[in-house]
């Protein structure tokens, strides 16, 4: 039996990042998540981030134990944490696209979670429709 997982999650930037500041946030990520076997995608829109890590069951805990204390963001929600069979980024340290506005509301799935001041609310019970809007994404980029 796989000891992979899955955990996704979604938080609000302390500022808006510039291309640059992505950039070597990207670059820091994807150098230790190929360490660590970690695979995953990471959206961005307007200092709101949602992110899917997948990786062996006790680094991916500890990994988001230490995400949670990053200080370039807050209000972090957890969407999903579950065991998984196989990998749906098996081949990305760490996808990333960068969205707009309208980019996001013609996507399929889409609901204004990472614009609402209450996001706990808001995801609550919208994890389903979070792992739908991921996966397309995967899909159709």
């Not at 696209?97 to 209450?118: I, P």
Request: charged fraction near 30%; glycine fraction near 4%; charge should be positive.
């Amino acid at each position: 039996m796989s000891d992979l997982i899955h955990i996704a999650y979604v938080s609000f930037s302390n500022k808006e990042l510039n291309e640059k500041e992505l950039e070597e946030l990207l670059i820091d990520i994807r150098k230790r998540n190929q360490k660590q076997k970690v695979t995953g995608l990471l959206l961005y829109n307007d200092g709101s981030f949602i992110q899917v890590i997948e990786g062996p069951s006790k680094m991916l805990i500890e990994l988001y134990e230490k995400i949670k204390k990053d200080h370039r963001h807050e209000n972090i929600v957890k969407l999903l944490e579950e065991p998984i069979k196989k990998r749906a980024f098996p081949d990305w340290s760490m996808g990333f696209r960068r969205l707009s506005k309208k980019q996001m509301s013609g996507a399929l799935g889409f609901s204004d979670f990472m614009s609402t001041e209450n996001p706990e609310k808001l995801i609550k019970n919208s994890t389903k429709e979070i792992v739908h809007l991921l996966n397309n994404f995967r899909r159709y980029t």
